[in-house]
């Protein structure tokens, strides 16, 4: 005890004289003497992943106070951190563009799509059967027609093209907000809950396929090759055998896979694999001409865990997939909806008509979903319900126009400014009014 | 039931279909014409992420069936991915430089030190007392003599800055590799035991001021300025007084955010801010001077259990935050790891002198550790075990030497391809001995 005790006071001298020195040596001769050995970009990546990190949590935690997605205070603070220029602070304005801090978000994205595939299962998708394929065909197709018609009333001079890209965008339902609110009122499996839920995984994949259809012609016209049937039926073979080929093969890699992993000596083994697994199919998914997360998501949708149970079992706390990928998702998702929101340039919506065309795109993408009830076949359901349910378009909705900025079309973005901050308004009014409406909804029943 | 069989069979039509499109769609007229919405940097760091984390796997579990150190095998991977043009294939040449990659590398060593830095705490530091500090002193400083002789004896024609660089990558013993040999051997809390771990958790910190004075010399020589004794007691006094404010500081604030952290409703708290606290601590050191790992080490030092309960007691399964650091370090220190393998060029092996230089250094360090026994005050220590502990100089000593890597001395690399592939042999050495020698040590007392 006298050792440790002398220990300790012995500590303390040491602190005190270190903080001396340190107050000592603060002089301008040894700004930065040894900077040389460190990676030169690694700094303001470690300034740039602290502030994102931190942000994220309190403008999360504000929402959530106030009962509202968490995902929006995300978003809300990166609006809030992007647009600071707006009040005359420039500070971050680097920090928008450090690579690193993109490609981050980047596999923070990856990692979203991948536990939402995991999440969703290809038997449940086949149970819900032909109601949810319906549903979710009319909630793909009416908001896209109503998107298309809202860009082009408002957006003159425009591209045909541009516009199936605004409606693209009000196309998918955001899986993770539907399945929070519907677990949170525990109706996750009320015949509703299983439609919603069914429909909101196929018009992902639908949406995902509307994507790559438009983005190809997109592609294609901005290339100088002409609009062709036959290209266009191409493509969506292509969008629809990459799923598939992914599906059949990959839940056969799936096993093979962990299987051979199971085998291997060592710790960690889950994690990697799993990761591998997921860069190796949204790889083969961007080579495939697809975008990454169409990869990922099959990976997670053909990764069962009756693949991985006896690396489980060997896992000292047993922890499945989802509980090892929480701790990475939790580190790079919010990277992923902070630089999201950061791209938000406020001072857009002091163009005439943005707001007015982002009330209207709004509008489109909640009355679009309601068609959805007319898909709903057989007694005994709540058609508004689903209906409700299907509204909130999220994450999913963001990627899509976040991916519309990097398309260009006769050298001008296919996502300007103006659609990028209606789209915005879109996600973040549709993702706030449905937990409201479903709660009243389903309450009521 | 029925309804489920039939989905099924819908499904399974819809994927033969699906890979019959796909066989069909695959017309070079295809050939990626969405690629322009894939973010054009990702396909190279997904690819080379996949790979990179499958082969860390494969070479450290076959490490492990041999009862080796898995770091080894991550090692001998990188080494062998790095090195596959000598057999005449360059298919992976540009994997080596692709930024994303070794950002994600040097995020992945800075979870490392972090993560040694919770392992380590300031009461036990203090609790072992003079033998412990008596012992890391010596163990830095005969090591680092030894080396700079050796050096001196090898690389004619090579500034003295350079044969000490070399010296101080023989100083830091690993704590990761010597906990984890005496936590298998059940010996942590032995008196040996903790002699060996609180020194080697002070010459970490020694080795890291080392490297500061080194480097921050080498920096000074090659802007031109002389070499000066100011400049070095400077350097020194603000190694230490960053470590000092820092642990002073950095408790204060560690507890002050955790604290206000538990206030914030919502989940995945406890991740973000450690790593927020990690990264901004990591930048502070970055931006003092110091190399951001000694920042990430120190943030872990100074962060203790008790300032997060609240938090962890909010989480559904109780984790700690070692357990929820694993999937991360998980993912990515093995990708620092293959990344340093894969700086290793075999083809320097074949320069005359290099094994004999690579032997010396290696028998500098393991000799070089002994006079550690020396340190230990008091009876009843087994002297040698402790000498014995304190040979593995693992990814300290790799760390080490790829700073060396980026600093240039009158236009050469500090550390050059010879002296880099004699260190990762030192390394290699050093990490295989250990295990064998302290188990027949410790099992024989």
Chains 1, 2 share one sequence.
């Not at 490609?103 to 149970?127: H, M, P, T």
């Not at 709903?376 to 509204?391: F, Q, S, T, Y």
Request: proline share 4%; aromatic share 8%; glycine share 12%.
């Amino acid at each position: 005890m006298h050792r440790i005790r002398k220990g300790r006071v012995e500590l303390r001298c040491w602190y005190l004289g270190a903080v001396v020195a340190w107050l000592l040596s603060a002089g301008p001769a040894l700004a930065a003497p040894v900077t040389g050995h460190a990676a030169p970009d690694m700094l303001p990546v470690l300034a740039a992943l602290a502030l994102i990190l931190v942000s994220a949590r309190l403008g999360g935690a504000l929402f959530e106070r106030f009962q509202l997605p968490t995902v929006l205070g995300e978003l809300a603070a990166g609006v809030l951190l992007g647009n600071l220029g707006l009040v005359g602070f420039h500070g971050l304005d680097s920090m928008r563009t450090v690579p690193t801090v993109e490609a981050f978000a980047q596999i923070g994205v990856l990692f979203l799509l991948f536990q939402v595939g995991l999440a969703s299962d290809i038997g449940k998708l086949a149970a819900v059967g032909l109601s949810a394929t319906l549903v979710a065909v009319l909630g793909v197709m009416v908001p896209m027609l109503l998107g298309f018609g809202v860009s082009t009333a408002f957006l003159h001079g425009q591209s045909p093209l541009t516009h199936w890209f605004v409606g693209a965008t009000l196309t998918a339902t955001s899986v993770g907000i539907t399945a929070r609110v519907l677990g949170d009122l525990k109706r996750t499996t009320s015949i509703e809950g299983r439609i919603i839920l069914g429909a909101a995984v196929i018009d992902d994949v639908l949406g995902l396929i509307v994507l790559a259809v438009v983005s190809g012609l997109i592609a294609a016209a901005n290339a100088g090759r002409a609009f062709d049937a036959t290209g266009l039926a191409l493509i969506v073979a292509k969008a629809i055998g990459f799923l598939g080929v992914a599906v059949v093969a990959g839940r056969w890699l799936s096993r093979v896979t962990f299987r051979f992993a199971a085998r291997l000596p060592g710790e960690g083994m889950l994690v990697s694999f799993a990761l591998a697994f997921c860069f190796l199919v949204s790889f083969l998914a961007g080579r495939a001409g697809l975008a990454p997360i169409v990869g990922a998501f099959a990976a997670g949708l053909v990764l069962e865990d009756v693949h991985y149970q006896a690396l489980r079992a060997r896992d000292a706390k047993k922890r499945d997939l989802n509980e090892l990928l929480e701790p990475l998702s939790g580190f790079l998702v919010p990277v992923f909806f902070v630089l999201m929101g950061m791209s938000v340039n406020l001072a857009a919506f002091a163009t005439p008509g943005v707001l007015g065309f982002a009330a209207l795109l709004t509008l489109a993408a909640v009355l679009g979903k309601q068609a959805c009830a007319a898909g709903v076949l057989g007694g005994g359901v709540d058609r508004l319900a689903v209906g409700l349910g299907m509204i909130p378009r999220g994450e999913v909705g963001l990627i899509f126009a976040s991916i519309g900025r990097t398309l260009t079309l006769n050298g001008e973005r296919v996502v300007n400014d103006t659609v990028y901050a209606a789209v915005v308004v879109m996600v973040a009014v549709t993702t706030l009014v449905t937990p409201p409406l479903l709660v009243w909804r389903l309450r009521r029943g």
